[in-house]
């Protein structure tokens, strides 16, 4: 787990919130989430797409920014995905 980290604590703050708005772009949930939820969306994503690219064999923590962005963001669009699915889309709640 520890490669998985291997950016400082602000670059994956930046990084965070450039995923998690760019994923709620893709998702349509950005009238829904604020600025703080982006950040915890795209870290959270970044976690699950770094788990998700290691365990399909990439080297998740060697790939420099635009690799972890990247990975963020599909990690927060699977996410966001997940959360819709479990929310349910119809009912008004919110992501």
């Known amino acids: 787990m520890p ?3 291997s950016l400082g604590f602000i670059a994956w703050i930046i990084i965070g ?33 770094g788990y998700l690219m290691t365990l399909a064999g990439f080297d998740a923590a060697g790939g420099g920014f635009f690799f972890s962005l ?14 819709k699915l479990v929310m349910g889309r119809g009912r008004g709640t919110r992501v």
């Open 3 to 5: 490669e998985t980290l």
């Open 17 to 49: 919130g450039l995923a998690g708005w760019i994923a709620s772009k893709f998702m349509n949930t950005d009238a829904q989430m604020g600025c703080l939820a982006n950040v915890v969306v795209g870290v959270i994503g970044g976690l699950l797409g």
């Open 70 to 83: 990247v990975t963020a963001v599909l990690g927060a669009c699977l996410l966001l995905f997940i959360l």
